[in-house]
């Protein structure tokens, strides 16, 4: 049985198909006193997504069929205003901050995730 305290702490969407890294930022959420759920692509984290309490969402940017942009597309669309960190491991980044906005994220982080970095922006993101 949760704790209350453990009830009202914001709950965070970590979407990566990777398993590793998809462990790993889950872990890292809850580490700084979040709760977390994960989904393995695009699809099902949006899925998870309409069972609604989600506080934020981190999305990997390159995962096959849904793309972590796409995803932050779906979840800005019809003027939601859920948080959208957006993580990469690609070294060819070519969209600029900017655009990425524009498409519904509201953060870009590298891999390795810094995770200073990372609770800031959690931090910033969820209490706007």
């Not at 692509?41 to 506080?55: E, K, N, Y």
């Not at 019809?78 to 990469?88: A, D, E, H, S």
Request: hydrophobic share 45%.
């Amino acid at each position: 049985m949760r704790q209350a305290s453990e009830e009202a702490s914001p709950l965070v969407l970590v979407i990566d198909d990777d398993p590793d890294c998809r462990r790993d930022l889950g872990i890292a959420v809850e580490a700084m006193g979040y709760r977390s759920v994960t989904a393995s692509d695009g699809a099902s984290g949006l899925d998870r997504l309409r069972l609604g309490g989600i506080a934020a969402v981190i999305t990997d940017w390159q995962m096959p069929g849904m793309d972590g942009v796409a995803v932050a597309g779906a979840v800005k669309a019809n003027g939601g205003r859920l948080p959208v960190i957006l993580v990469t491991g690609a070294t060819h980044w070519r969209a600029g901050a900017k655009e990425l906005r524009a498409r519904g994220v509201d953060e870009r982080l590298f891999k390795p995730v810094d995770i200073k970095r990372l609770r800031q922006c959690l931090a910033e993101l969820i209490a706007k």
